[in-house]
């Protein structure tokens, strides 16, 4: 199994709401990132989880708020969001050092904020 | 400043031909380089990577050569099929380490039949 699952696929929100984005790998990966991505322009790193601890924050606003209950799971909470949020979020994961070099990601949570 | 650089937004070619893709780079201390392939509505996958060590690298269709003292790197699909048509992205990291990427911003190949 080499795949990464992100659900859900599409998601529209108002800026007044809290949703959650759900990514489950079982590669057995124990780093676990989010990236955001605008069209046109490349993967933005958001947050990097190694071995369930976050291990970077790459100056996200609060509204954002990661989450990795265990070492196949990673969640993104989102919470009083702008229009400018929209975008796609994605979800990867790297093996062990060594092995690491490369990114697995998911298909992404296409998301609105309305 | 960014420090990788795909200056060409768009390419088309013919299929049967080879498609050249390049990325630069400013940062003398990348050493690992991929290329990831990203269709509509899906997550890049990876298709490549270079070590710092070698000057090419080969998989099929696809070869990748690295250029360390210009910084820059050229990604060679031979032949060429429509189903290559998508968004290539360069990447830089240091020290293998996938979450350090750097990403370029993309370039958009369409190969027709």
């Known amino acids: 199994d080499t795949e990464v699952t992100q659900t859900p696929k599409h998601l529209v929100m108002g800026m007044t709401n809290k949703k959650s984005l759900k990514c489950e790998q079982h590669?057995?990966?124990?780093?676990m990132y989010w990236y955001k991505q605008k069209a046109k322009k490349p993967p933005e790193l958001m947050f990097v989880y190694s071995y369930e601890k976050l291990s970077i924050n790459e100056s996200v606003p609060s509204r954002f708020s990661p989450e990795c209950p265990n070492s196949s799971l990673l969640n993104l909470h989102l919470h009083a969001l702008q229009p400018e949020d929209s975008a796609l979020y994605l979800c990867?994961?790297?093996?062990?050092?060594?092995?690491?070099?490369?990114?697995?990601f998911g298909s992404g949570t296409q998301l609105s904020v309305l | 400043d960014q420090q990788v650089k795909q200056n060409s937004p768009s390419l088309s070619v013919q299929e049967g031909r080879i498609s050249i893709l390049n990325c630069d780079y400013t940062?003398?201390?990348?050493?690992?380089f991929l290329w990831y392939k990203k269709y509509p509505a899906e997550g890049p996958t990876f298709l490549i990577s270079?070590?710092?060590?070698?000057d090419k690298n080969e998989d099929g269709r696809f070869t990748v050569f690295l250029n360390k003292s210009a910084k820059h790197l050229s990604l060679h699909i031979v032949p060429s099929q429509p189903g290559d048509s998508a968004v290539y992205f360069c990447?830089?990291?240091?020290?293998?380490?996938?979450?350090?990427?750097?990403f370029g911003d993309g370039t958009t190949l369409t190969v027709k039949p």
């Open positions: 990447a830089a990291s240091f020290n293998t380490n996938a979450g350090k990427s750097t």
């Open positions: 990867a994961s790297s093996g062990p050092r060594g092995q690491g070099e490369k990114l697995f």
């Open positions: 940062n003398s201390m990348f050493d690992y």
């Open positions: 270079i070590s710092s060590i070698k």
């Open positions: 590669m057995g990966h124990r780093a």
